[in-house]
């Protein structure tokens, strides 16, 4: 899984426009290998990031769960001490 799409499932408030459009541009920009089409693909590349997003959108509206919603700043605080064990340095 792409490192920079994060989880938007469960969240209170549930997951913005923005958040589902930047996980599907994500997704394109691995699955086709580039970050900036070439003009002859940019409709394609743009048609996959809309369609993605939207059928993104009716995946997290039906998803349904028993566990208590997340909260975004708990979860980047967690995020970022796992990030920090990562990649911390030998002293």
């Known amino acids: ?6 989880p938007l499932n ?13 996980a599907a541009l994500q997704f394109v920009r691995k699955i086709s290998g580039s970050t900036k089409p ?13 369609e993605i997003a939207h059928i ?4 997290l ?8 919603p997340k909260n975004r700043e ?3 605080a967690k995020a970022k001490e796992r990030s920090a064990k990562r990649f911390a340095t030998a002293s």
């Open 1 to 6: 899984m792409c490192r920079n799409i994060h």
């Open 10 to 22: 469960n969240f209170e408030p549930a997951a913005t426009d923005d958040e589902v459009h930047a």
């Open 38 to 50: 070439s003009k002859v693909n940019e409709e394609a590349f743009n048609r996959a990031v809309h």
């Open 56 to 59: 993104s959108h009716h995946l």
């Open 61 to 68: 509206e039906d998803w349904v769960t028993n566990a208590p």
């Open 74 to 76: 708990v979860e980047a």
